[in-house]
């Protein structure tokens, strides 16, 4: 892999996302993300002073808006948007062979209480889905209450459906949830 010069603290969070997604949250630790960076040790705390907590949270911070992009409500209509936010799934689920999961999710479960400010920003980041989702919802004419709710079910089951996947080694789980939520999204 090429080094590119000032892409260090880059490639250190890509790396922390990338354990969080295989490993969790207690498989990030500083001489993972060196070893998988391959960032020199020194590195750490000039881009990371306050260390792995700091490390941890640019990197779920990162990775929800990266899956965030994902709902694009430009994208037409709500059910258009939930395939394309359950195709996003299925690619990374597929393409890591069940191996790479979310890491959002990943920090929610796996927090030891190491690093209080997750719970913020987990919830934070499954707020943000919510609200791209209800905001298209809306938009299409439901109710407000009955899209935050919709909303809400839509990140919670797509997620869970997720950690089915990693489980059962297969899409069956998100295809199933896609085939529920369909038809309410329409």
């Known amino acids: 892999m090429k080094r590119l010069p000032g892409r260090t603290r880059q490639r250190m969070v890509d790396s922390a996302v990338t354990l969080l997604r ?44 990266h899956i965030g992009r994902h709902i694009r409500p430009a994208a037409g209509e709500p059910h258009v948007v939930l395939d394309s936010f359950v195709d996003y799934w299925r690619r990374t689920l597929t393409e890591s062979s069940f191996q790479a999961g979310c890491p959002v999710v990943a920090l929610a479960v796996d927090n030891r209480g190491d690093l ?41 089951a797509i997620e869970g459906a997720v950690v089915l996947c990693r489980a059962e080694r ?8 896609v085939e529920e939520l369909t038809p309410l999204f329409q």
């Open 22 to 65: 295989e490993r969790g949250a207690s498989g990030v630790s500083i001489d993972a993300v060196l070893a998988h960076s391959g960032a020199p040790r020194g590195s750490v705390y000039h881009h990371f002073p306050h260390g792995r907590n700091e490390m941890v949270l640019s990197a779920v911070r990162q990775a929800g808006n």
């Open 116 to 156: 209080p400010e997750a719970a913020d920003a987990v919830r934070e980041i499954f707020w943000a889905w919510q609200d791209k989702l209800r905001e298209l919802l809306i938009a299409a004419g439901l109710p407000s209450e009955r899209s935050k709710r919709l909303a809400k079910v839509a990140v919670a």
């Open 170 to 177: 297969s899409t069956e789980p998100l295809d199933v949830v």
